[in-house]
């Protein structure tokens, strides 16, 4: 079978539209992120150190920013069920980047995040993350990151949540990881209950590798809180595969349809 230019030329002319727009949207993320970041701080002054309305930011301008740019729409479901005047640990399953901003849309509370301790370093963004109050570990060290774990015992405290991408990095075939344990042993030496919550689309939408965005629908759905009382420390890891499998079927609720991404 022959291949004519006239075949080829739309192909190459979508991918170059494509690049443009990723560098684009790639230029947009930086920038209003970098615009975003000098007020959040100085409100954090202006608070007197307070982080609520700051974190807020997050979930009323940066989130819904970057998700418009994105050309992403939010689906939610089981949300509405969950109290979230108590604290929580959220768990979830992760495939993108932009897996931050979906759960920082989604739920109605200022939130702080679990991150990886190479992102205390990144210019501006670690920065803010250490102002803000989030909980840095190191994947290498599990003892190590076990107790800087504990730092978020304030948090609970106080009311805040706390979310984790329990995978430790994000899936690049869209199976869900095995989750670390963590986290799982703070929810159980604070008595905190655990929200699993299945993101489901989001690798569609940018995927693990590169920055290739595709508008689309991310649903999130929001299982029931698992209770961690009665639990002792040396049950972490049965209850790390507990969260894992409610989420795990919080995915396999998917209705069936052509393409995950279309709400």
Same mark, same amino acid.
């Given at each position: 079978?022959?291949?004519?230019?006239?075949?080829?030329?739309?192909?190459?002319?979508?991918? #170059?539209?494509?690049?443009?727009?990723?560098?684009?949207?790639?230029?947009?993320?930086?920038?209003?992120?970098?615009?975003?970041?000098?007020?959040?701080?100085?409100?954090?002054?202006?608070?007197?150190? /307070?982080?609520?309305?700051?974190?807020?930011?997050?979930?009323?301008?940066?989130?819904?920013?970057?998700?418009?740019?994105?050309?992403?729409?939010?689906?939610?479901?089981?949300?509405?069920?969950? !109290?979230?005047? +108590?604290?929580?640990?959220?768990?979830?399953?992760?495939?993108?980047?932009?897996?931050? $901003?979906?759960? #920082?849309?989604?739920?109605?509370?200022?939130?702080?995040?679990?991150?990886?301790?190479?992102?205390?370093?990144?210019?501006?963004?670690?920065? #803010?993350? /250490?102002?803000?109050?989030?909980?840095?570990?190191?994947?290498?060290?599990?003892?190590?990151?076990?107790?800087?774990?504990?730092?978020?015992?304030?948090?609970?405290?106080?009311? !805040?949540?706390? $979310?984790?991408?329990?995978?430790?990095?994000?899936?690049?075939?869209? /199976? %869900?990881?095995?989750? +670390?344990?963590?986290?799982? +042993?703070?929810?159980?030496?604070?008595?905190?209950?655990?929200?699993? %919550?299945?993101?489901?689309?989001?690798?569609?939408?940018?995927?693990?590798?590169?920055?290739?965005?595709?508008?689309?629908?991310?649903?999130?759905?929001?299982?029931?809180?698992?209770?961690?009382?009665?639990?002792?420390?040396? !049950?972490?890891?049965?209850?790390?595969? /507990? $969260?894992?499998?409610?989420?795990?079927?919080?995915?396999?609720?998917? %209705?069936?349809?052509?393409?995950?991404?279309?709400?």
């Amino acid at each position: 079978m022959s291949v004519t230019s006239s075949s080829v030329r739309p192909g190459i002319a979508g991918g #170059y539209a494509w690049g443009v727009l990723n560098a684009l949207q790639f230029l947009f993320t930086v920038l209003w992120t970098g615009v975003l970041l000098g007020p959040a701080l100085l409100l954090l002054v202006l608070c007197g150190g /307070r982080r609520r309305w700051p974190l807020r930011m997050a979930s009323l301008i940066w989130a819904p920013g970057l998700l418009a740019g994105a050309g992403v729409r939010l689906e939610l479901e089981g949300f509405e069920a969950i !109290d979230f005047s +108590k604290p929580h640990i959220i768990v979830a399953n992760h495939q993108s980047m932009i897996d931050v $901003c979906v759960l #920082y849309r989604a739920l109605p509370v200022p939130l702080r995040f679990v991150l990886k301790q190479e992102l205390a370093h990144v210019p501006l963004v670690g920065w #803010y993350a /250490r102002a803000m109050g989030m909980v840095f570990i190191e994947r290498e060290a599990a003892r190590k990151a076990a107790r800087r774990l504990k730092d978020a015992h304030e948090l609970f405290a106080a009311g !805040d949540s706390l $979310c984790a991408f329990p995978e430790g990095t994000r899936s690049r075939d869209g /199976r %869900v990881g095995s989750f +670390k344990g963590g986290v799982f +042993k703070l929810a159980i030496e604070s008595g905190v209950p655990i929200l699993p %919550v299945a993101i489901e689309g989001s690798g569609q939408v940018l995927p693990a590798s590169g920055f290739r965005v595709r508008p689309g629908c991310i649903r999130l759905r929001a299982g029931e809180p698992i209770s961690t009382h009665d639990l002792q420390v040396s !049950d972490r890891n049965m209850l790390a595969r /507990r $969260c894992r499998d409610a989420v795990i079927a919080l995915l396999d609720q998917a %209705v069936p349809g052509p393409d995950p991404t279309d709400c």
